[in-house]
């Protein structure tokens, strides 16, 4: 069974800067005040005990207290020590309260940043990806930065103070037993450096099998029925298997290449544990170290590869958020064709005059989707666009709400080049009805209130009253209340274009775009739309596109568009008496209806 293959998904090939990461830790700026500072006096208060203990036990309490057999001395050693563990410990709570809270402040200002820049991105960016792919960098990649943020930068930082604090000691204790322990590691830095690359590749192809697998998700769920008539339930099944089992090889070889990490500490440590023994008893027996000193030595050198390892795994955090990062940050990188100028002007209380200037657009360099058109629309006027499929007729109504600019030529609204407009001032103008019609989870009630949130349910009533959606709405259990699941699949299509009527006739638009909006909806049920557009679209300008020729009859001036030209314009009267294109178009729907 072949698939679509999800292409703009693709292992990124940059090398591993702290200049990126440090793009990444930015999002801690606004704790830099409170939770920050915060945590890292509690880091501070940790560490410090940690590095006091070994020395208070083996050089105070061995070799002062046991040794001189002094009593008040080794109480005394014993309380402090015991305060030091318990400020360690009320320490660390408050470390790990604060970290979570800043952890999770910095996820969610994150996400929020990703999500708010997504929807400010042009048609074009999600009409190249997967809505599968588009979820899981605002999901799974952003997820996966939660331990980094939560654990892994604070360790990061108590784990270096550590190792700094740990190699002063030693060498302050004994410089010749320090150098001979240390020896072995630039054995291990060699061999795990090795790995670096590795892992971070393989973290880079976790990210786009879960990618992969997430689209083809999205994708199975969405077109359950398609699948289900098709009866290609086993094929389906067959090809989440490849992606799934390719996730699992991922995630595999990824945690494989992680866990060779540790067991080089472990193995690094008793190669060191090995040589304190044997150069440690040396010393000692020459009176040159201390039974007190070897211990807290031994105890500072357990202490020493415990970083050692969580350094390990630090990184290997950094590199699955080098990994994450840069797939979310090529989003946030990503620029809306369409954009707003800096000095760009809000349009407030449009009539609904529109003039396409010579306007030229394609969609790519292969395919000329509007060439050289000329119209004008007055306003209040209801213009019809009709023409085959393919003939232009939906880009001139999305060049108009601008989800794309011309590549030349002009659209103007008011006299005022769109390019000029601010974005949200034209928009929140423009109301448009689309075949596919998208219903949100939620009341019946919240899905017409949409485009106008703050409209009064008597308003709402009203847009559906004008529509004729009362009547089946008052049917359901609970009426304006009534639950509806994602995408409105307890409603029938034409329930859902009803609703979508109202939804955008409730937002008062001063231009309507109504693209195929009638084309599931029965002939009754069109009659009383019909009907009640005479009045909704009174001192409004429309723009209808239709198939269904019957339903623009009423158009004021119809546009017949044919490969990306405008090839006839008149009323239906005027284009019936020329008997051109429009008119064969209106005979061969005629015939078609009579023959069924």
Known sequence: MQRFQYSTDQVIEKPFNWKQMARLFSYMKPYRNNLLPLSIIMVLITTAVRLIIPILIGVYTLDKAIENQDANLLVMLILIIAGLYAASYLANIFRIRWMNELGQSV?????KHLFTHVQGLSHRFFESRSAGSILVRIMNDINSLQELFTNGVINLLMDMILLIGIFVILFTLSPELTLAVMVILPIMFFISTSLRRNIRRSWQTVRLKQSKLNSHLNESIQGIRVTQSFTQERENMSFFDGINTETFESWREASQKNAMFRPLVELTNALGTAVLIWFGTYLIQGNDLSIGVFVSFAFYLGMFWE??????????????????SERIFEFLDEQPIVSEKSNAVDLQDIKGNIDFENVVFSYDENRIALNGINLSIKAGETVALVGHTGSGKTTIASLI???????????????????????????????????????FSGTIMENIRFGRPDASEEDVIKAAEAVGADAFIQKLSKGYETEVEERGNVLSVGERQLLSFARALLADPKILILDEATASIDTETEMKIQTALKTLLNGRTAIMIAHRLSTIREADKIFVLDHGQIIESGNHDELMQAKGHYYQLVKAQFNMLNAV
């Not at 949200?424 to 009805?433: D, F, G, L």
């Open 107 to 111: 996820i969610f200002d994150l996400r």
């Open 307 to 324: 970083p050692i390892s969580r350094l390990g795994m630090v990184y290997n955090q950094l590199l699955m958020g080098m990994a994450s």
């Open 401 to 439: 709400s601008r989800f794309y600019d011309p590549v030349s030529g002009a659209v103007k609204i008011d006299g005022h080049n769109l390019t000029d407009v601010s974005l949200h001032s034209i928009r929140q103008q423009i109301s448009v009805v689309l075949q596919d019609t998208f219903i």
